[in-house]
């Protein structure tokens, strides 16, 4: 096996947004998935694996953590492959249980994820056989607090969700509810940092080879973050605005409007950090700041200006 290649047995599905990336283990005895991507692309995720697998059963589904775009495909898997085992963080069993979509941010977040049952709690400090190999199981608090990333030690290669990217990591959404979480990021880092990766399979974007150089970038950019929780704090609305723009790709203001004044976290970010401006003004600066980047761009939609995601 090349340093910069992946083994065989160890496919990546990488996905554009919305959904994360799905990462196929391939064994003799068993087929494993490490998350499943948003519920819009669910359809496509089942085809993906499928065409994949051929005849083979998919036999266990994995979640790194529990948000919409990790495992909004985990009931069109569990249709497909009736006898799929699935496997969840232990701190949101209790929440999929009762399908409390409140505590599993999906009411907070305005996001989308279809009911799906889960079968075992995976436990941090154990190891778990992911098709042909065995995988060790580490927490990784930040960016979710129930959040973990599995690592291969003798091939050297991590799967670290969203702890981990080329270019950072993910929102600290623990954060936007006002409890301090960047230490913990700060903490998975170091974690990552020890364990020596070889290769980074990260939840979004391509493989990562240069894992000192992504470790780098994103303690510099937690780095900044703790020094102006309010970067942070607009950071987190954009993303939470252009994860909508690419869910509905087209949307009027006024709509964009009505959908974030129920969207608690934007009213959380902006009584936290901008209080005293009004609530439709944040919200326009914002989507300025979308414009401006080519996040995305304005458009006449039968004479009522709108958005359309770039």
Request: hydrophobic share 45%.
């Amino acid at each position: 096996m090349s340093p910069a290649t992946l083994p065989p047995d160890i496919v990546v599905l990488e996905r554009g947004w919305l959904s994360s990336n799905n990462i196929l283990l391939l064994g003799p005895q068993q087929c494993a998935l490490v998350d499943s991507g948003y519920g819009t692309h669910a359809a496509q995720t089942v085809a993906l694996v499928q065409a994949r697998l051929g005849v083979r059963p998919l036999d266990l589904l994995i979640n790194t953590h529990l948000h919409s775009d990790h495992c909004g495909g985990n009931a069109a898997l569990q249709t497909a492959y009736p006898a799929l085992l699935t496997h969840i963080p232990p701190g949101q069993a209790a929440a999929v249980r009762r399908w409390d979509e409140d505590a599993l941010s999906y009411v907070a977040t305005g996001q989308y994820c279809p009911r799906f049952t889960y079968d075992e709690p995976l436990t941090p400090g154990n190891s778990i056989r992911l098709g042909a190999r065995d995988w060790d199981i580490h927490a990784a608090p930040g960016h979710d607090p129930d959040s973990v990333i599995f690592f291969q030690p003798e091939l050297g290669i991590l799967i670290s969700a969203d702890a981990l990217w080329a270019n950072g990591f993910g929102v600290v959404f623990p954060e936007i509810e006002g409890v301090s979480a960047f230490a913990e990021v700060g903490q998975t880092l170091d974690l990552i940092d020890a364990l020596r990766p070889r290769l980074v399979i990260p939840g979004h974007g391509a493989v990562l080879h240069d894992v000192p150089g992504a470790l780098d970038y994103a303690r510099r950019r937690l780095d900044q973050f703790t020094a102006e929780p309010l970067r942070h704090a607009r950071y987190a609305a954009k993303v939470l605005l252009k994860f909508k723009l690419l869910e509905v790709q087209q949307i009027t203001r006024k709509d964009l409007l009505s959908w974030a004044r129920v969207t608690s976290y934007f009213s959380l970010l902006q009584a936290r950090h901008d209080a005293q401006s009004d609530f439709d003004a944040w919200i326009d600066d914002l989507i300025q700041d979308l414009l401006r980047s080519g996040a995305a761009q304005a458009m006449d939609i039968s004479g009522e200006p709108g958005l359309l995601n770039q």
